[in-house]
């Protein structure tokens, strides 16, 4: 999956859990001052991207500088799906 797929994916998940709304993020956006995430929103973002695109996220590797901005966290999306183990 390339980066414009995730973030049309995370547009989606952001749309569904914010309940507006999201479209034309670009890397520099930053989840939780620009968008008011929270660790709630968070998961359920998570939760909805792994519905969407199969992401498989382990609570104990989470990081939060993986949440810091889209770009931070698209890199996240990518290495976490990269490393995956086939269903």
Same mark, same amino acid.
């Given at each position: 999956?390339?980066?414009?797929?995730?973030?049309?994916?995370?547009?989606?998940?952001?749309?569904?859990?914010?309940?507006?709304?999201?479209?034309?993020?670009?890397? =520099?956006? %930053?989840?939780? /001052? +620009?968008?008011?995430?929270?660790? #709630?929103?968070?998961?359920?973002?998570?939760?909805? $991207?792994? &519905?969407?695109?199969?992401?498989?996220?382990?609570? =104990?590797? %989470?990081?939060? /500088? +993986?949440?810091?901005?889209?770009? #931070?966290?698209?890199?996240?999306?990518?290495?976490? $799906?990269? &490393?995956?183990?086939?269903?």
């Amino acid at each position: 999956m390339n980066r414009d797929a995730i973030v049309r994916a995370l547009e989606a998940a952001l749309t569904d859990v914010l309940e507006r709304p999201v479209t034309g993020l670009s890397g =520099e956006v %930053l989840l939780f /001052d +620009d968008l008011h995430l929270d660790s #709630t929103t968070m998961l359920e973002m998570l939760m909805a $991207l792994e &519905n969407s695109i199969g992401l498989v996220v382990d609570p =104990e590797e %989470l990081d939060a /500088d +993986d949440f810091e901005s889209v770009d #931070t966290f698209t890199n996240f999306v990518e290495s976490t $799906l990269r &490393n995956q183990v086939p269903a």
